[in-house]
């Protein structure tokens, strides 16, 4: 049976009830809450919908809007379509944005939970086992796996980090005490792990005043032993946005519904639990973006119908006010295909701002836009068309703080959400596309990826080589819209010329499309966890089941015959006080093959948060060595530390030491003023 919706503006959509059984039994709708209804604690307040005079106003601004920008000839349905999305949101939007009909809408509650079909694991302290899965569709079969070019030496290995994560990993970030934390939804359902008895959470959208959900949304992970802290999440973390600030603490923002104007703290250690601060933002922040400023501060830009960007106040403090964003308004079209715009933070201290194929820079100390860029055709490359984007690494010993470039690769064709409504599913985009944005007559120079992919991940390696992974070659975002998984990583090298950048590396064979996460680990391998293309946890009878196994791999540049030229960083020769601006910063590493200065590299890179595909606020820079020492098998390296925060804001990085092209496990190290 094939479900549909009326609601045009849906992501979310369910295709098939096959992918819905646990979510089928869910109570009723529960009953809808006033503005400012108070939810047992006195700081967590829904926020005030706009009223209908101030939503008439939007209305005729908008119709005023398209007809000025020559949008007057779309038909009288597309123009239904845009307005919709233009519209402010209200409780009901919210409920028909995310689930079918009535039945569908509520959050499940405790009792849902057997419908897993899972048993505690012994010892897994609330860990479920995984349900069992049924054989694989004939979709599940259809991937792609490229040949790898073993000429160019190993195609790197793939190995398991756990078979159950707990949670599906929606969202990925390391912590500066060598954790990952893993979160999903509280929208999605129960996961695999359970809070402890005591600890359960308040159910902000259960009819039962009081109701709790003791199912975890966010997990603690060791990603070494596969080890699972269950963490509290009250409001709901939908499609959020993430950074840190400069000791190390994750700034959590945005999500859906009671959660869309949360600010919420983690901070890194083995007791640490979210704190969580509604109301602080003045916009809801559901697929919005967020980056890390040269002076510490979080600055989420955008998010669905929310066509600004503003800054994270201090903490417990709120926004009254957000910065309009043109770009963000101009680039909305019928599916969207501009949310999770990509932002980077240039050395100039302007941030880049991409939204579905246009981009701009802005001054946001100034609020001005500096330059508009050209257009990026040949399709949508943010949310749902989902593509990928980085900063390029800035070399500071070959000056790239004067020519800094943005890498945007891969995408959907703009109608492809459209066409999944109808079970089509267009190739998605196979060119990669770069440019400077800092000089006037910038220009996209355009290249081509072996395949086409959506939805993948981008990340930066220590080498300043970028990984590619995870994603489709077909579809776009959404529960059930993408076909064919690109089940082979590329590894993407920057400096080699246009047509020989790509190389296809070893093949998994787990399939991580919508809402798969990645992440850069200090040793240099990458955590790959999540992908779930199901609105609810869901481990038979579909296409893709929900993933919540966690994988690691080992790029080509770990592989065994290289291990005599891996470097060792010697913990103790790390200054303590970390890395000052513009100062010399030197540290002492092992090598078992003997190194010169020429076959070395520092590079110090900003952890990023990763959902969606899309890495945010990462960065790497390759920093100038001064002084290179030999002693034996020891060696001193002197570098020097980025002269200002527009180039590495302030916080925690991981520092390598490259020889040969094979990185050392990193150091943390603190750059501060
Ligand atoms: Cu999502």
Known sequence: ??????????????????????????????????????????????????GPLLRAAVLCATLLALATAGEAHASLKGLKDILNIFKPRSEKDYFHNAFEGEQEQAIPHASDEPQLG???????HGLLKVPKGSPPTPAALDTIVLPVDNAAGSGGAWSMVSENSGVSAMHLVIMKNDKAIMFDTVT????????????CRLDLRSKEPGAVDCSAHAVEFDYNTGAIRPLKIITD?????????????????????????????????????????????????????????????????????????????????SNPTAVPLQILRDTTDDVENNLYPFVHLLPDGNLFIFANDRSVVVDPRTSQVVRELPVLPGGGRNYPASGMSALLPLDLRRGD??????IVCGGSPKAAFKLGETNQFPAALRDCARINPTKPDAKWATDLMPVGRTMGDMLILPTGDLLILNGAAKGCSGWGFARQPVLSPLLYSPRQPRGARFRALKATTIARMYHATSALLPDATVLVSGGNTNSAYNFSGVDFPTEVRSERFTPPYLAPDRAANRPQIDAGSVPADG?????????????????????MKVTMYAPPFTTHGYSMNQRLLVLSVTAFV??????????????????????????????????????WVKVHK
């Open 630 to 667: 030999a002693n034996g098998q020891r060696y001193t390296i002197t570098v020097d530390a980025p002269p200002t925060p527009e180039l590495a804001p302030p916080g925690y990085y991981l520092v390598y030491v490259v020889a040969k092209g094979t990185p050392s496990k990193a150091a």
């Open 237 to 317: 973390t939908w499609c959020s946005s993430g950074g840190f600030d400069a000791e190390g603490n994750l700034v959590q923002t945005g999500g859906y519904f009671e959660g869309e104007k949360v600010v919420r703290y983690l901070s890194p250690c083995a007791t640490c639990d979210w704190r969580e601060f509604p109301g602080t933002l003045a916009e809801g922040r559901w697929y919005g973006t967020q980056q890390t400023l040269p002076d510490g501060r979080s600055v989420v830009i955008g998010g669905r119908r929310a066509f600004s960007y503003e800054f994270v106040p201090a903490e417990g403090q």
């Open 1 to 50: 049976m094939l479900l549909r919706t009326q609601n045009k503006d849906n992501h979310h959509r369910i295709r098939s009830s096959r992918g819905t059984k646990a979510s089928m039994k869910r109570g009723p709708l529960p009953p809808r809450r006033q503005p400012g209804t108070q939810l047992g604690r006195e700081h967590l307040q829904f926020s005030p919908t706009m």
């Open 188 to 199: 999605t359902g129960p996961s695999l792990m359970r809070l402890p008895k005591k600890n």
């Open 579 to 599: 890395m000052a601006y513009g100062a010399k910063f030197t540290l002492q590493f092992a090598s078992p093959a003997a190194v010169t200065a020429d076959d």
């Open 401 to 406: 703080v004067l020519s800094p470039e943005v």
């Open 118 to 124: 899972a048993a505690l694991v012994p010892g897994g």
